[in-house]
DNA sequence: ATGAAAATATAGCCGCTGCTATAGTTTCTG
DNA sequence: CAGAAACTATAGCAGCGGCTATATTTTCAT
């Protein structure tokens, strides 16, 4: 018989979910950011990628990378980012959901600049559960 | 004259500030567990920390030394865990933090079950103002 | 009090995400 | 069209946070 000391749903549980969304957090923002970059400029250099992440890069390149790996996106070298048709259904969501927290942080008062702050870590936590929830709150508040 | 492109708050820097949020957040989630083993049981060992949060033992000790290096907590060879002055008063603020957050996700209609799970990763994530605002709407909501 | 069990520490491995420095391509310009 | 500038890739370093395997220490029972 386990203990079940403190949290109801498994404490270890929770902990071992949150670093699994944790890891998919920055290939969410790199793909949110491409979708974006070929969207206003017509195509994602590698450069303007490190630019808009603020990070170097070397590092732009070598998340890319692990983009290729896991499916989501294309490249060539000396050459732009493309999407996979993976990666951008992942992009939509992600924009989706991202705009969605933005919303609902300021239906609850929280200011805009603050919104748009704190749901860039808050995004990737957030499940498909509470997204539903978010929106239903939404409509009925203001649809 | 900088690009300023999409986002209005620089993007780059709402990176920036969630990459330094997630530097933290082990280290938040690591100092609340260590004070609720104590108040639970009187003591918090490696083991229990270990086995509440999903990970092997020798990356609960290796999380520890970091804590005590970083002025949250002490401890002695093959002894308990204690939090210096500053690790109890970020449990606090972590714990009450915590449990606002999942309070306004049931306020918005996220179900208990979900909210607890959602809010380990988000947590971490609400900033100061985001909290006030949290707090704001809850009062106004039921108080 | 001694030997077994439990708890903790240490060593060493891995992948991720940063970084700087440098090499190699492409692109632009004079 | 050649040299400079801009961009990209590669090499190599560091810290973090996982892991397993193993050594060490403490605790518990006989």
Redesign the pocket.
């Known amino acids: 018989m386990p203990e079940e000391h403190a949290g109801s749903p498994n404490e270890a549980d929770r902990f071992a979910r949150a670093?699994e969304k944790q890891?998919l957090a920055?290939?969410e923002d790199y793909v949110e950011l491409i979708g974006d970059l070929i969207a206003e400029t017509g195509e994602a250099?590698?450069?303007d990628i490190a630019n808009r992440m603020g990070?170097?890069?070397?590092?732009a390149?070598?998340?890319?990378a692990?983009l290729r790996r896991e499916g989501l996106a294309t490249?060539r070298?000396?050459r732009?980012v493309f999407l996979t048709d993976a990666g951008a259904a992942l992009a939509t969501r992600v924009r989706a959901r991202h705009h969605m927290v933005i919303e609902l942080l300021m239906a609850v008062g929280v200011p805009a600049a603050t919104a748009e702050f704190d749901a860039e870590g808050i995004e990737h936590h957030v499940s498909e559960t509470t997204l539903a929830a978010f929106e239903a709150f939404l409509k009925k508040r203001q649809g």
């Open positions: 670093r890891s920055l290939l250099r590698v450069a990070v170097a890069q070397p590092t390149t070598k998340t890319v692990r490249s070298p000396y732009g």
